[in-house]
């Protein structure tokens, strides 16, 4: 063989010759390279190389010898222009043009549906019923003309070096095909979704190409596909089209391609372990993806999609290498100096440029002038080439690529033969494929081996399969194609088996082909007239051999199509055609011609192949395409000014397949047996009589042509769930998500509770202390009482004792549940659990509901069952006692818990005020099924004094229950009867004032002697007060007495009778004759009230122009003297005549009023909120818009549809409000701005409901996006993973590798992210409840801070670039810059440490903390600070209220011991544990601005304080009296101070300031209402008597009896619509007044009702500013 000669030749200084990997390498050392020869024009035609004797290389053998002996030597100093790989500036003047990547060009009109991008063919036969009816048929026929299996596969490769137009359009658009119902190829694939597994798949998955994006936007723009390689032969199936695609594959050594020899396989391509982006469809045999690993690296990324294309891609790869070695042989030649590894290494670069530039141009010179006269039977003389053409445009055409070029699909065949030299051709093994029945078969099954050549090639090599192909009649030039192709193509997994036909006539439709007649006549080809006119003149032959019909009519053109084929052509089209006149209205011609134009080019021009090949249709196209690529390409090897002498042109074009394959046959694994002249024949493309193989020897051997029938079957199409894998990831991420809220709200619970077990323990530890010295004799136990099976068990503490007492107090011990009497019982049952875990136990007693108990465990019952026995037996007690042992569930069961006997008395409370009101029994009693002896149980009923005491709302122990339960009890039995009950009732009911001052007068009658001496009324009035915890000191109460008894003219008497009693109480009758008793849960008839309350105003408006409005607010003057000021008590029953206004009439009006003075009372509050939420809709609606109608063909937004619209638009949402929280939480910021005009817009106080409103807002979006990206991700995982890798590019994987949800979810930084944004978000707002607030506020300040971790995150979502690019910092850059350098400022504030002067431990767990100012401190009463205590952590802060006033020199905080912390501080700072220590120091930070503030700013200000809720009114008090000391001059004109308290000995402190305020206000600027809560409502008996004994006291020392304060106080809650209805009459300049208020919920929501109620009609509008606690 020739190569083998050149390697035999004597080589100088005894060289040698060494192989290393995949090359030759030989040694020598002086020969001496000549000059490059100059290029001359070649001469045309075939090569004038011929060998002179059988010694002379042939032409085109590939030695160095060969080529010096033609003149031909490499010069790397010489400078020459490298070909590009992209295929740019091959053309100067037009540098783009022939440029991969670019559009397709046209040559036939656009035919687009709507002219621009819709698909063509809307009114053309379905594809897959053309592709069945043109080309379904019988194959393995041979070529007419011996075409070889090797020329077709040839073929692919030349078309895969100029177009790669399949990769999908991204975004996807899908260009489905709908498959007929009688399509029997596809009827076993069904879809694996689990909705719906057993329906049949209607239609195969086509995605439309990937299209320029300047294109398809206007009809003189049409869309066109794009080209991702260039068209010229320029080696891109070897080297690919961009450099850092040559780069992977190369060696970077001898200017070699990298082989596997790191494998042991020196003679193939490295495998792709780097991950080049190879093509890598699913192997449809297997039906899964397989790596892409184990592909060959090549310059063309479908160069491994079937073995006999990757054979031909090996073959290239050697070639090269060959070239390489020749190279280096001819340096080392010029350069004996050096070394082989030195040239290797200093001219690599050089050799492989040098290397390439020959292939490329041998590769050239074969397609032109070997392959294409074969496959085209054509004499390129004929097309003779001219020189370099600048103005001709190269560009691949869409007809070509959709339709022309595809004319190759008739001639392949359904496998391909493997024989060696002698022509012994191989059969498949189990090695040869992965189909499980391969074995056996002559040839290697087309349809099996898709995207599985590695297997059958590294089996017996590549040179079988050359000789093989070489050796094979290729399938005939007609319309039939084989199964492999029209039925059983690879395709995705979803649908692994395609129709390709179909999807050529689609792939046509998808570029805008026009019909095959309109595309005739743009051709300027002859119009065919009928569907029959299709198929040439020639005869039809079906059976005859090819070699026959080719000697007999060597010089005719023969036609296979059969008219049969023809005729159902026309039957689909006419049908068609009527179908659509049905469905259109039109009338069209179905007949002649007319049917042509619903054919599309494809199945048109493959009916007219001939012998010759593609028709004249087809062959014009292909013809026209490859000699403009020729003409067009300035580095083609023939242009004399191109890059080639005429020496080297010349040898060029000697240069042939065969040459090639005998080059690089000697570097596979499976050498040729004898010549390499004889294995294959001189023209591989053409199997001729005399060839090499072409006589089969005996009958063994497979046919000329293969036939399907040999083979084994293809496997069959199947379809895939791409959600498979997704479903258990799905659930359990999705729980994980539910259970992360579920786990917040546990964590809160939990805590919360442990926090309030801590606090309890302290609690209980200041109470041991307090308690301290005081002996304890009662012995407690802890339990559960049962309270029946609704309501479960409760904690509690059960007290033996004192005396004949059980006491069931809770498990703080300052709330007693209920308390039994035993000293009126003669017996107790013990009922006690005898089975199950035996802890519970029951106290039965007569008139009363049963005790039931239930301990953790046996021994501590036991325990408790022994000291109760003892207890009951005392000689103090003495009651006797059973004990019985049942079952648990009858002791339950049989239990009367206080649920039964409530409903008893409440029955009892019924029966008793219809006897009253001489009523029959209520109708509902009836219904309820009361029978007689259930009334006879009601009418016998005793109530016992803890049930009389409840009913009364009071303590049993109380002296007055104690006195009325006694006064009752006639027959002093211990409890009160039916009969004993209703005669009291009566008395409160129907009495008089004088049968009620009797009553009274009985019940203090303590000595029964008919006489109540001073102690005795003095007692009664102390029972009064007990009752409510008030407390008066004896001196006052002495003066009441005294005054009253004056007042009466008894001043001498010590003793009252009755009659004196109630000539005392004389003055009082109309508010006695109203008193009666309340009554829990009793309804009592009600007397008609006094015509002048003491206690409230109800404001009556009626339906006339004017009406009269009562008030208590106005003063009265007491002209006791010059100098005497106007009293601060005020007048509670002048009556106010009122302007006249108009009642609204309708509901419209009234409606109307109310919108205009809501807007006009909260039109900064609604000009901010309005203003937020139309900018985020806007947001929302822009997002929204943009991926509904911009980007609705674009990314997720086509799997997802409409769902991405709605999460992107919360996502911008959520970004915009979120960012938005960090301005409303400027609290400096904010302090600063409500300070300037800007106050008069926009209401800063309202900034921490904004804030909290935003808040929900974010949640609600946050909700929303999560959602619905839940549901996007679901979409996702169902996508192939082809479209997954268009639309989310970002997120690279491996082609083999489907991405499942848990890939999405966890595997992603969008995905992971989002879901700890998720968690985050239900921490932070868990524990941001006001249930936290309250109880773990450490907790809550620890997960707001949060924040900064919660925007990382969000920083980091957005980063992956899932749907769209980071898109937040335009949100959140601005306000986090504005809340850094707010919290900057106080951070540079609030590390000051403050030394604290003095520390005061006030009643109801209040602590006063006094601590100096710091320099430049300015702030203004009601404003508050926060505070940190360095002992208890300086980074926990805790916002409080200034109590002290800004011209007062310390500061000072009044702190209610209420939660961990606050208890904290008050331990901190007791006197008693820091003894002689000093105060801890503070940090603190403010001050800030609060709606308080501003009370100076309106005429008339009312200040509402409730609780602890009163600390900013104690500092606006003292700066009012400071202002007023001072005659500052304020706009305020009267303020208006209500306190609401239980009870004033809660904050003294603040009595204290009060009465500062009354001695300093000269100017009558405050006026102030205390409402004690404690007591009773204003008609009850009791509060009755001390309205008497306030009112008293009043007269005679214009003070409070209760606080000592001139202030008026109140018995009761506060009717606050009245009192302020009341101010409208008292102020009626007054066109606004503000109202602050401070307190608990309740408290501060009737003072908001009771604003929105008045705001509804004319007058002054109330201006509500609240805060809660």
């Known amino acids: 063989m020739l190569l083998q000669r050149w390697l035999a030749q004597p080589q100088t200084n005894n060289t040698t010759t060494m192989m290393m990997d995949s090359t030759i390498q030989t040694d020598s050392s002086t020969v001496t390279l000549p000059s490059r020869v100059s290029a001359t024009q070649p001469p045309a035609g075939p090569s004038t190389l011929e060998p002179t004797d059988p010694s002379t290389p042939r032409p085109g053998e590939l030695t160095y010898e060969n080529l010096a002996s033609l003149g031909i030597k490499f010069d790397y100093e010489m400078e020459q222009e490298w070909e590009g790989y992209d295929g740019w500036y091959n053309n ?166 990298r082989s596997n020899a790191a494998r042991g396989e020196p003679y193939y391509p490295e495998e792709n372990t780097i991950g080049l982006p190879m093509a890598n469809p699913p192997n449809p045999t297997v039906h899964k993806h397989l790596d892409s690993k184990r ?223 309109t595309a005739r006549e743009a051709l300027g080809l002859p119009t065919k007239m009928s569907v029959a006119d299709i198929r040439p003149g020639s005869a039809e032959f079906k059976n005859a051999s090819f070699f026959e019909k080719f000697v007999e009519n060597d010089s005719e053109e023969f036609t296979g199509v059969a008219n049969s084929t023809l005729e159902d052509l026309e039957i689909v089209l006419r049908d068609h055609c009527l179908e659509m006149n049905l469905t259109t209205g039109k009338q069209k011609t179905c007949e002649g011609q007319e049917l042509l134009y619903l054919l599309d080019i494809w199945p048109g021009g493959i009916l007219e192949t001939t012998s010759n090949g593609p028709g004249e249709l087809f062959r014009s196209i292909i013809l026209d395409q490859f000699i403009r690529i020729r003409d067009a390409d300035r580095f083609w090897f023939e242009n004399p000014r191109g890059r080639f002498s005429e020496k080297e042109i010349e040898y060029i074009r000697s240069v042939k397949l065969k040459d090639v394959f005998i080059a690089v046959s000697k570097w596979g694994n499976h050498t040729f047996k004898g010549s390499a002249e004889d294995a294959i024949q001189d023209n591989p493309f053409i199997l001729e009589k005399g060839d090499k193989c072409f006589t089969r020897v005996n009958g063994t051997e497979p046919k000329l042509t293969a036939d399907e029938t040999d083979m084994e079957d293809c496997t069959p199409p199947k379809s895939f769930d791409y959600f498979g894998g997704s479903q258990a990831s799905f659930a359990l991420s999705y729980a994980a998500l539910g259970f992360s809220v579920v786990g917040a709200v546990s964590l809160l619970i939990i805590f919360a509770k442990w926090q309030a077990r801590k606090t309890e323990e302290k609690r209980k530890e200041i109470n041991r202390k307090s308690r301290k010295g005081r002996p304890e004799k009662l012995t407690t136990y802890e339990a559960q009482e049962w309270q029946g099976r609704r309501k479960g068990c409760r904690p509690v503490n059960v007290m033996l004792g004192p005396g004949a007492i059980i006491k069931l107090n809770n498990e703080r011990g300052n709330q007693t549940f209920r308390t039994i009497d035993l000293s009126h019982h003669q017996k107790v049952t013990l009922w006690v659990s005898a089975d199950g875990k035996q802890r519970f136990m029951t106290l039965k007693l007569e008139r009363e509901y049963d005790l039931v108990l239930r301990f953790s465990d046996t021994e501590i019952r036991q325990e408790f069952i022994s000291k109760v026995e003892s207890f009951l037996g005392s000689p103090e007690v003495g009651v006797g006692r059973e004990r019985l042992e049942v079952k648990e569930t009858d002791l339950l069961n049989s239990a009367i818990t206080k649920d039964h006997r409530q409903r008893t008395l409440e029955k009892f409370f019924r029966h008793a005020f219809a006897s009253l009101s001489q009523e029959e029994l209520d109708p509902e009693d009836v219904a309820s099924g009361i029978d007689r002896k259930d009334l006879s149980d009601i009418l016998t009923c005793e109530l016992t004094k803890s049930e009389f005491a409840e009913m009364l709302s009071m303590k049993p122990d109380s002296v007055f229950v104690e006195q009325m339960f006694d006064l009752i009890d006639k027959d002093m039995s211990g409890a009160i009867s039916f009969r004993e009950f209703l005669d009291v009732i009566v008395i409160f009911a129907k009495g008089k004032a004088d049968q009620k001052l009797k009553l009274m007068f009985d019940m203090y009658d303590l000595d029964r002697s008919g006489h109540l001496s001073r102690d005795e009324f003095k007692h009664m009035l102390k029972s009064m007060m007990d009752i409510v915890s008030a407390s008066v000191e004896s001196e006052r109460l002495d003066e009441v007495v005294n005054g009253m008894f004056s007042n009466a003219g008894f001043e001498n008497k010590e003793e009252l009778s009755l009659d004196d009693f109630i000539s005392l109480m004389a003055e009082h009758r109309n508010e006695l004759e109203a008193a009666a008793l309340q009554l829990e849960g009793a309804d009592v008839p009600e007397q008609n009230a006094p015509s002048l309350a003491p206690a409230k105003t109800v404001i009556r408006r009626e339906n006339a122009p004017t009406r009269a409005r009562k008030t208590i607010v106005r003063a009265y003057g007491d002209g006791r003297g010059a100098n005497a000021r106007i009293k601060r008590t005020q007048s509670q029953h002048v009556k106010v005549s009122t302007v006249s206004r108009t009642y609204p009439q309708t509901n419209g009006t009234r409606y109307y009023n109310t919108v205009v003075r809501l807007i006009e009372n909260y039109k900064r509050q609604i000009f901010i909120v309005v203003l937020y939420n139309l900018v985020l809709l806007g947001i929302f609606a822009e997002r929204a818009y943009y991926y509904s109608v911009e980007r609705e063909f674009a990314g997720l937004r086509t799997i997802a549809g409409y769902g991405v619209t709605v999460t992107r638009g919360a996502a911008s949402a959520m970004m915009f409000t979120y960012s938005s929280l960090l301005v409303t939480m400027s609290r400096n910021t904010i302090t600063y701005l409500r300070e300037t005009f800007l106050h008069r817009f926009v209401d800063f106080d309202f900034f921490l409901t904004l804030h909290k409103m935003i808040a929900f807002e974010a949640l609600g979006f946050s909700i929303l996006h999560t959602i619905g990206h839940s549901i996007n991700f679901y979409h996702i995982s169902t996508q192939p993973a082809g479209d997954l890798t268009c639309l989310f590019r970002n997120f690279w994987h491996r082609s083999n590798e489907l991405p499942k949800f848990h890939y999405w979810a966890w595997g992603t930084i969008t995905g992971f992210t989002g879901i700890l944004l998720v968690i985050f978000c239900a921490v932070i707002y868990t524990f941001a409840l006001q249930y936290s607030r309250r109880r773990v506020f450490k907790l809550f300040w620890l997960t707001h801070n949060l924040w900064v971790v919660y925007f990382i995150l969000m920083f980091l979502h957005g980063s992956g670039n899932l749907v769209q690019p980071p898109f937040l910092w335009f949100f959140a850059l601005g306000p986090l810059i504005w809340y850094t350098l707010d919290k900057l400022v106080s951070i540079a504030r609030n590390k000051a440490e403050i030394t604290v002067t003095d520390a005061q431990l006030l009643p109801s767990g209040v602590t006063m903390l006094e601590f100096k100012r710091p320099v430049n401190f300015d702030y203004k009463s009601g404003q508050w600070v926060r505070i940190a205590c360095k002992v208890l952590g300086g980074s926990e802060y805790h916002p409080f209220t200034l109590t002290s006033a800004p011209h007062e020199e310390n500061l000072s905080l009044h702190i209610r011991a209420i939660g961990p912390w606050t208890i904290n501080v008050r331990k901190t700072y007791d006197p008693n544990a820091l003894r002689d220590h000093p105060y801890p120091k503070l940090y603190l930070d403010g001050p800030y601005g609060e709606g308080h503030q501003d009370w100076y700013q309106f005429e008339v200000s009312v200040l509402v304080g409730g609780g602890i809720g009163v600390t900013p009114f104690a500092s606006i008090l003292k700066d009012i009296v400071f202002r007023s000391q001072t005659n500052s001059k304020i706009n305020c004109k009267k303020v208006y101070f209500i306190w609401v308290t239980r009870t004033q000995k809660h904050f003294e402190w603040l009595t204290d300031i009060i009465r500062d305020v009354e001695e300093k206000d000269e100017k009558d600027l405050v006026s102030t209402h205390i409402f004690i809560t404690q007591f009773f409502q204003k008609f009850d008996l009791r509060t009755t008597m001390l309205y008497i004994c306030e009112r008293h006291f009043q007269k005679i020392s214009n003070r409070s009896l209760f606080t000592g304060l001139q202030s008026v106080t109140h018995f009761g809650r506060p009717h606050f619509e009245s009192f302020l209805g009341s101010l409208q009459d008292e102020h009626p300049e007054a066109s606004k007044v503000g109202v602050f208020s401070c307190g608990p919920p309740g408290m501060t929501s009737n003072v908001e009702k009771a604003c929105v109620e008045l705001n509804k009609y004319d007058g002054a509008a109330f201006m509500h500013h609240f805060e809660n606690f």
């Open 92 to 257: 100067l003047a037009h540098p783009d043009w022939g440029g991969a990547d670019l559009p397709l060009t046209r040559r036939l009109p656009v035919a687009y549906e709507d002219g621009v991008f819709r698909p063509a063919g809307y009114d053309r036969p379905n594809p897959m019923n053309l592709s069945r009816a043109s080309m379904l048929g019988d194959t393995g026929l041979g070529s007419f003309r011996g075409r070889t299996a090797l020329m077709t596969f040839f073929g692919q490769q030349v078309v895969e070096e100029i177009l790669d137009a399949q990769r999908p359009g991204c975004p996807p658009e899908y260009f489905n095909i709908k498959i007929p119902e009688d399509y029997e190829a596809f009827q076993d694939v069904t879809v694996v979704n689990r909705e719906r597994q057993n329906q049949i798949r209607t239609e195969l998955p086509l995605l439309r190409s990937r299209y320029s994006f300047q294109t398809g936007y206007a009809p003189n723009v049409p869309r066109e596909q794009l080209n991702e390689i260039t068209p010229w032969f320029d080696g891109g199936l070897v080297y690919g089209i961009s450099k850092a695609w040559a780069d992977a594959l190369r060696e970077f050594d001898g200017g070699r391609l």
């Open 295 to 517: 592909f060959f690296k090549l310059g063309n990324p479908r160069g491994n999609e079937n073995p006999f294309l990757l054979t031909f891609g090996i073959v290239w790869f050697r070639w090269h290498n060959v070239w390489c070695d020749v190279i280096i042989k001819g340096l080392m030649e010029d350069h004996s100096e050096l070394s082989r590894d030195e040239i290797e290494h200093e001219y690599d670069e050089y050799i492989f440029n040098e290397a390439r530039k020959w292939v490329i141009a041998t590769y050239q010179n074969i397609v032109y002038y070997e392959w294409l006269p074969v496959f085209l039977n054509i004499d390129m003389e004929e097309y003779e080439y001219e020189g370099y053409k600048g103005y001709i445009h190269p560009g691949v055409t869409h007809e070509f690529q959709s339709a022309a070029m595809r004319f190759g699909h008739t001639l392949v065949p359904p496998g391909v033969y493997r024989r060696d030299d002698k022509c012994n051709f191989r059969k498949t093994t189990p090695f040869s494929s992965y189909h499980p029945h391969a074995s056996g078969h002559y040839g290697v099954r087309t349809c099996n081996s898709f995207w599985n050549p590695q297997k059958s090639v590294r089996e017996f090599g590549i040179e079988e399969y050359l000789m093989g192909m070489a050796a094979q009649i290729t399938e005939r030039e007609d319309n039939i194609i084989t199964e492999d192709l029209q039925r059983r193509v690879f395709g995705p997994l979803d649908f692994s088996r395609r129709d390709l036909m179909a999807v050529n006539i689609q792939r046509g439709r998808d570029h805008g082909l026009p019909d095959y007649q």
